[in-house]
């Protein structure tokens, strides 16, 4: 019998996995082809991978024989039972050192159980956090690899060929253990929702407060995307703000204003409160777009509840645009922060050493929030690895300073006028929440105490929880102490 000759084996033949098998094709890699409609292996042969090396397989034994070792075999199925499936039927055709590669959307849980579960079986599974849609897949996506990392060196290669580059680097990198590349998938997807509001907010402001034309709009978002806010999500905004329907009328005014959402978002908000980091931007960003879900009630308050009857920006046009634009920037700014604060904290848990400026680097080609800014986070952890929170790196402190002015001035512009920021405004409230040394949670302590004997510590004895007798009656039995 002849060597096998396929490097890898990617089974799910829809969108994506076919894109990532013709990108794999196009840099030398002989890619093996499996669908569980069968059928559909030999209409791509004969269709999309024609012309190609792509291999065929009829089955998963037929697929795994074509195959070099270690085996690879990548899975781009629907997250959840499919992977399960797929993978038990793997397991008895496989070999102690081979292979399972996940690049589709599962939880980091499901990955960190099948990376434990596979580990016990002798085999090495990767969860990769894979970005840029339909076309990122087939020219260059940003990839986020985790798990066994003794499966990096085997599939560095190919992974790193076909990823997007920054330059020269490729935007894929180690990301570490267990589920931690679909971990930093998932909190990719939620500053993509934080960006996508971020964005609609200064589209709001411009709107509705200085009553801005969609061309001048656009022509803004042109000037702003050659600066510090240059990113893919800005260029599209403009590009959507140009277009016209066939009857000549701008379309974005057509479309109904309830955000749809696959959940990713909810994940990272939820993430964020199983682990108690204030990720304040990308809840609110949810929260935006369950608001917004809400039209009929909208419709219907907006007919009985009054708002400021001065609704119109009145002071410099020119200088307010700029005011937008540096809020757009200082609260980006604290929702990367807040994310890799998120990322921090899952690492603690998880006790994983993860790669932070990789991990910027990861994002700043191939994915939905591509951007230059991500340059700038990459440097900063290239300058101090263990930098504890963005907002204490020179660069980035130097950047909101800059914007801290104009930042405040629209947020308390659009309170006065009755314009919702709910992205600009958390975004600095948490700033200065976090720049505050002394808070107002002695009080909450106080109350706590009072209410429920919850007890409290002293400023000047940490660690000590004691309780007070507020009233005078009721005793002096405290509550266990705990921690919400
Ligand atoms: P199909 O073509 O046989 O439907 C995206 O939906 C990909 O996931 C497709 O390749 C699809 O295979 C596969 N898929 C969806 N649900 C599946 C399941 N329960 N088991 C196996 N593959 C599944």
Redesign the pocket.
């Known amino acids: 019998m002849s060597q096998p000759t396929g490097d890898i084996a990617l ?4 969108v ?2 076919q894109n990532l098998i013709l990108n794999m094709n196009d840099h030398g890699f002989t890619v093996v082809a499996f ?3 069968v059928e ?1 292996v030999e209409h791509f042969l004969q269709n999309e991978a024609k012309g190609t090396k792509v291999i065929g397989a009829k089955s998963l034994e037929d697929m795994v024989s074509k195959l070099k070792k270690p085996r690879r075999v990548m899975l ?3 997250a959840g ?2 992977v399960d ?2 993978i038990l039927k793997l397991v008895p055709l496989l070999e102690k050192g081979d292979i399972i590669i996940d690049g ?1 959307n599962s939880e980091y849980k499901d990955s960190n159980r099948r990376c434990k579960a596979l580990a016990a079986q002798g085999l090495l599974f990767v969860g990769s956090g894979v970005s840029g849609g339909e076309d990122g897949a087939r020219y260059g996506p940003s990839l986020m690899p985790g798990g066994a990392e003794q499966a990096w060196p085997a599939i560095k290669d190919i992974f790193q060929s076909i990823s997007a580059k920054a330059g020269k680097e490729p935007c894929c990198d180690w990301v570490g253990p267990d589920g931690a590349g679909h971990f930093v998938k998932m909190v990719h997807n939620g500053i993509e929702y934080g960006d996508m509001q971020l964005i609609c907010e200064a589209y709001h402001l411009m709107k509705d407060a200085l009553g801005m034309s969609q061309a001048e709009m656009a022509d803004t978002l042109d000037e702003w995307n050659k600066g510090e806010l240059d990113s893919f999500l800005i260029e599209i905004s403009r590009d959507i703000l140009c277009f016209k329907d066939k009857d000549g009328q701008y379309l974005l005014e057509k479309i109904r204003d309830t955000a749809g959402q696959k959940g990713t978002g909810k994940w990272t908000a939820i993430s964020a409160l199983e682990y108690g980091v204030p990720v304040s931007l990308i809840a609110e960003s949810v929260f935006a777009r369950c608001l917004s879900s809400l039209q009929g009630e909208r419709i219907e308050a907006s007919k009985q509840i009054q708002g400021p009857s001065k609704t119109k920006y009145e002071g410099d046009k020119k200088q307010f645009i700029n005011d937008i634009k540096y809020a757009l920037y200082a609260s980006k700014i604290v929702s990367y922060a807040q994310g890799f604060m998120l990322m921090r904290e899952a690492a603690k848990e998880f006790g994983w050493k993860l790669n932070f400026g990789g991990i910027a680097l990861m994002w700043r080609g191939g994915c939905i929030i591509r951007s230059v800014f991500l340059g700038n986070i990459k440097e900063a952890f290239d300058k101090n690895p263990q930098l504890s929170n963005l907002l204490l790196d020179d660069f980035f402190k130097k950047e909101v300073q800059k914007c801290q002015e104009s930042w405040r001035k629209v947020v308390a512009s659009a309170v006065t006028l009755g314009i919702p920021t709910p992205a600009f405004s958390t975004a600095l409230a948490f700033f200065d929440g976090y720049r505050s040394a002394r808070l107002p949670a002695n009080l909450i302590q106080a109350q706590r105490d009072y209410f429920g004997a919850h007890t409290y510590e002293l400023l000047d004895n940490p660690g000590k929880f004691i309780h007070t007798n507020w009233t005078g009656h009721g005793g002096n039995v405290s509550s266990t102490t705990y921690q919400a």
């Not at 089974?11 to 829809?14: F, S």
């Open positions: 089974i799910g033949l829809a994506m996995g669908n569980r409609t559909k781009l199925v629907k039972q499919a499936d797929f589709g």
